[in-house]
């Protein structure tokens, strides 16, 4: 090609690409007027919450201004708009204290997920095969509203069913009650709703305890992974950093009883393996022996009235027998006795897994008589219930089972996932299948909210209002709450303020005393004094001594205690055909689940394993060379519920007749980095339930493991490429 | 002043929980891999969380170790970059690496002890919208360089800056890099070594402390303090 013909060419191309580009709409950048001031490169702070868990943690935001792509009245185009950049623990927050977990870290990959839903879309398709077609807001909220109205006009308020799992259960409940259909049925896996029932008993407060971990000298930790996934973890590992080296001279000791080494296990001084669901025994064992040598005043008070003996000294539990039954040695038994009585403030905290066997609630009622014998309650370096701001709640609603003998004709889904976490026996995809008009608020589709009708997506936490009320973590009470600390990114809308309006719109209307969300948040602040609001949108939130009378107080005792005594654990499943017992547990980076979508958390190294992107079964050494499986072999655990295949990993910190697996992964879906991937060991789960709560006993189930197959590439190591000497001891001989 | 940024680890604070591990990720643009490239070791974690067992069930006890780049006085990888791309900072005392001046020879990464080095595979990819999180006071390292912990030396220059700016010294604790920002126990702690009055340097001056694998003669910035003291 000559010089000449190249320009000419060029000339051509240049100009047609640029006709073309003026014929479409989309090639042409349109940039809107900020409406924001800010300044490039200079960071602004603001105030938020995270939503991950319950716990209610105060963040502190990093916004910076940045150049977005957003779709304004039809027209794509860019702004330059205040984004937010990283999440930091508020400093002064009670329950963050400046610090976050891994997950609180993550959070803000919500806000940015490429799969997140942009607007209102409605079911085209068959329900559950995930096509959806975009919709306006009116449309949406009217149609909802029109759902709702003909309930009313043919009298059948009750067939509106609620389901959550999260923070806007008061406002939900509220609603629901006001509307005339019954209360919300709450589900989550790891519910701690047997531990608020044993609490409720033992001390009047239905709810998760507070452990003044800062000024303790001794713990007992009993199965509660209280530093990684439960309770309120960040609260939890701040008292814990100072229990260990922050007072000078004194260094708090940690024992962790249970049969699979949790994260905080590995934590503890001395780590003592039991027999699963006799952890109860144990703590009765500890305090047969301070009432025998009278190392304590023999009060049990409240919730020694509760345990079967206990007047007489706990005889059906001396330490010999109480070692046939747990495993642990007498002699242990006495040493961890007069070491809990002597080295006070001591204080024992169960949760978890001893608390999923079917005799839980003997658990839970036994170590809470163990904390009064040691004076533990309400004391400093003891155990106390965060006061709570008391908001009139109807009484929990029914099962996720019952919900389908009810056979609801509208069903309100809110921050939850049970088709992924609850058991397959208990049918919940059925009986969501069989409603006929199913409205979400989730942000993403996951195994549940791909069978909704309608999903009108919820703001993320940074973009709209967010509240928390912190049940534990602690000693003053807390109000977590915060403003938007961003512009939406997208057409969605915060769940509060869609409720309130369909509240609103409906023909005979719902008054929920607000308009708007941050109004309702404002209302419920009300009690606390006219400065309480002004305060807590600067600082995350608002915390100090509730006035009197607006505190929930504690419920008297019941009249004839009820006489506990162990029963051992029954479980599914025959010993001789699933010889092992199946341990599902909350993974630090998943929880539940639920947080299974964002990429940091798939790719950070699990805290035992070091596995990324993974599902693995865990055995132990002896376990896994009896039945001839390596370190990343392909095993099939089966239990009478279902069966799955997955990667191997050995773990020494395991029980050889345990097998564990850690929840999260198997999401058939929930975007792209966790559709798929791995499998959900909740399949293998049969529903064995509490007597007492009908909360899951997650840890009731049996299993039988066999090698499948070779190492299929599944399980993925970050040590594998190399650790440092495998010495522990390195560094400590010097 | 010249300074010595330095770290202290009190490993019976540390419970493992990984939020450093994360925090890092946020800070830094560290992108994530996805599975295939993991499996393939090329996950990238300026610091991670070792765990090491001991013992036999029952009688089995486990460790966590936090290990990130160790900021040696005598780092191995600075002698063996052909093109100073890794190389000692004289105002700051870290081991700096120059992201254009690396050419991916990958030596320091064979030279370092800690296995702290990681190479980019690629060019870094984010899903949008995900790349508005990124932190535009860090610079994004493309394919074919080695990227390292900096102990968030963006941090650290901000903080410079502000306390030149008000004719003043940075304070002790004024400078908290990602991680020890966000360790909920307190385990970390961030400070100026040539400060004899600094947090870091007390701690660094601890019975309970050691370097890893000093015997290397790496001389390095972070100590790690023992759970339990020893005789």
Redesign the interface.
């Given at each position: 090609m000559d010089r000449r013909t190249f320009i000419k060419l060029t000339a051509i191309t240049g100009t047609s690409a640029t006709l073309a580009s003026c014929g479409v709409p989309e090639h042409q950048l349109i940039r809107f007027v900020p409406d924001e001031e800010l300044v490039p490169?200079i960071a602004e702070w603001k105030p938020s919450v995270c939503p991950l868990c319950a716990s209610g943690c105060g963040l502190n935001v990093r916004v910076?201004m940045?150049d977005?792509?957003i779709t304004k009245d039809g027209q794509a185009g860019v702004v330059r708009m205040g984004?937010?950049?990283?999440?930091?623990?508020q400093e002064s927050h009670p329950i963050?204290?400046?610090?976050?977990?891994?997950?609180?870290?993550?959070a803000?990959?919500v806000t940015?997920?490429?799969d997140r839903l942009a607007q209102p879309i409605k079911r085209t398709g068959n329900r559950g095969a995930g096509t959806f077609e975009p919709i306006s807001w009116d449309a949406a909220i009217a149609e909802v509203v029109g759902k709702l109205d003909a309930l009313a006009t043919a009298g059948n308020q009750k067939a509106l069913a609620v389901v959550t799992g999260g923070r806007r259960r008061v406002l939900l409940d509220q609603f629901a009650s006001k509307f005339g259909a019954g209360a919300p049925v709450t589900y989550e896996l790891f519910s701690d709703d047997l531990l608020r029932r044993a609490n409720q008993m033992s001390f009047g407060f239905a709810q998760l305890p507070t452990f003044d971990l800062s000024n303790a000298n001794y713990v007992i930790g009993f199965g509660a992974d209280f530093?990684?996934t439960w309770n309120a973890?960040?609260a939890h590992?701040?008292a814990?950093?100072r229990m260990?080296?922050g007072r000078p001279g004194v260094?708090g000791a940690f024992v962790q009883v249970e049969g699979r080494?949790s994260?905080?296990?590995?934590?503890a001084?001395e780590?003592?393996?039991a027999n699963p669901g006799t952890e109860g025994v144990l703590a009765l064992g500890i305090a047969h022996v301070i009432l025998r040598e009278k190392l304590r005043p023999a009060d049990g008070g409240r919730p020694g009235a509760l345990i079967d003996g206990w007047s007489a000294g706990l005889p059906a539990y001396a330490p010999q027998q109480v070692s046939t039954v747990t495993g642990v040695s007498a002699k242990r038994i006495e040493r961890l006795a007069r070491e809990f009585a002597e080295r006070s403030p001591a204080v024992a905290i169960v949760g978890g897994v001893p608390l999923a066997h079917t005799n839980g609630l003997f658990t839970a009622l036994a170590v809470n008589a163990l904390n009064h014998l040691a004076g533990a309650v309400g004391q400093k370096g003891g155990v106390s219930f965060t006061p709570q701001l008391s908001r009139s709640t109807s009484p929990a609603g029914g099962s996720l089972v019952q919900l389908a003998a009810a056979s609801p004709q509208v069903l309100i889904l809110d921050e939850t996932n049970p088709v992924f976490s609850a058991p397959k026996a208990w049918k919940v995809r059925e009986t969501f299948q069989a409603v006929p008009f199913i409205v979400s608020f989730a942000s993403f589709i996951d195994e549940t909210s791909v069978l909704a009708d309608l999903i009108l997506p919820d703001h993320s936490f940074l973009e709209g209002w967010i509240d928390a009320a912190p049940e534990s973590g602690s000693a003053q009470a807390v109000i977590s709450v915060a403003g938007p600390a961003m512009k939406p990114?997208f057409q969605t809308r915060a769940a509060g303020d869609v409720i309130l309006q369909v509240a609103g719109k409906l023909q005979k209307p719902v008054d929920l005393g607000a308009q708007t969300y941050d109004a309702y948040v404002k209302a419920a602040l009300a009690p606390l004094g006219d400065d309480a609001w002004t305060a807590a949108q600067k600082q995350s939130g608002w915390w100090g001594e509730l006035p009197k009378g607006v505190a929930v107080a504690p419920t008297p005792a019941e009249a004839k205690p009820a006489a506990a005594r162990f029963v051992p654990p029954t479980f599914d499943g025959d010993a001789a055909q699933f010889p092992f017992h199946f341990l599902p547990y909350a993974s630090?980076?998943f929880l539940d689940g639920s947080t299974a979508h964002l990429?940091?958390?798939?790719?950070?190294?699990d805290?035992?394993t070091?596995a990324?992107?993974?599902s693995w079964v865990e055995l132990?050494?002896?376990t896994a060379e009896r039945l001839g499986i390596g370190l990343g072999d392909l095993v099939e655990v089966a239990s009478s519920a279902g069966s799955l295949r997955a990667p191997a990993f050995i773990n020494?910190?395991?029980?050889?007749d345990l097998i564990a697996m850690p929840v999260g992964q198997g999401h058939a879906t929930y975007t792209?980095y966790a559709s798929g991937?791995g499998v959900n060991p909740v399949e293998l789960l049969a529903p064995v339930t509490h007597a007492e709560t009908g909360t899951l006993a997650w840890a009731a189930t049996r299993v039988k493991v066999t090698r499948a197959g070779e190492p299929d590439?599944k399980l993925?190591l970050?040590?594998?490429?190399?650790?440092?000497?495998?010495?522990?001891r390195?560094?400590?001989?010097? | 002043m010249a300074h010595r940024w330095g770290m202290a680890v009190d490993l019976d604070r540390c419970t493992g929980c990984g939020a450093c591990v994360t925090a890092c990720h946020a800070e830094n643009n560290i992108p994530t891999v996805g599975e295939l490239q993991a499996s393939r070791g090329r996950a990238m974690h300026w610091i991670r969380v070792e765990r090491y067992f001991e013992g036999e069930f029952p009688e089995v006890s486990m460790k966590y170790r936090p290990v990130m780049c160790q900021q040696c006085d005598a780092a191995p990888c600075e002698p063996v970059c052909p093109t100073y791309a890794s190389h000692h900072s004289e105002e700051t005392g870290l081991n700096a690496q120059i992201y254009n001046r690396c050419i991916g020879t990958r030596y320091c990464a064979n030279a370092c002890p800690y296995n702290v080095r990681f190479f980019d595979f690629f060019n870094p990819v984010w899903d949008k919208p995900l790349h508005l999180q990124l932190n535009p006071d860090v610079s994004m390292r493309e394919v074919g360089v080695m990227e390292k912990c900096t102990f968030c030396v963006q941090r650290i220059t901000a903080a410079t800056i502000t306390a030149e700016a008000e004719k003043r010294e940075v304070k002790d604790g004024e400078v908290k890099p990602a991680c020890v920002q966000s360790c909920p126990s307190k385990a970390l702690v961030f400070g100026d070594l040539a400060d004899p009055e600094s947090e870091v340097s007390r701690l660094a001056e601890s019975p309970r402390g050691s370097k890893l694998l000093e015997d290397l003669g790496t001389a390095p910035k972070v100590t790690y303090l023992q759970g339990v003291e020893h005789a």
């Open positions: 490169g910076m940045a977005v792509d984004v937010a950049k990283k999440l930091e623990g963050s204290q400046g610090g976050l977990c891994p997950r609180g870290q993550a803000i990959q940015y997920h490429p530093l990684g973890p960040v590992t701040a814990y950093g260990r080296r260094r080494m994260p905080t296990g590995a934590s001084d780590w003592v393996a990114l630090a980076a990429p940091w958390l798939q790719e950070m190294p805290p035992i070091s990324m992107w993974s132990n050494p002896k020494p910190g395991l029980a050889p792209r991937r590439g993925v970050f040590s594998a490429r190399g650790e440092l000497r495998e010495n522990p390195e560094g400590e001989t010097r | -």
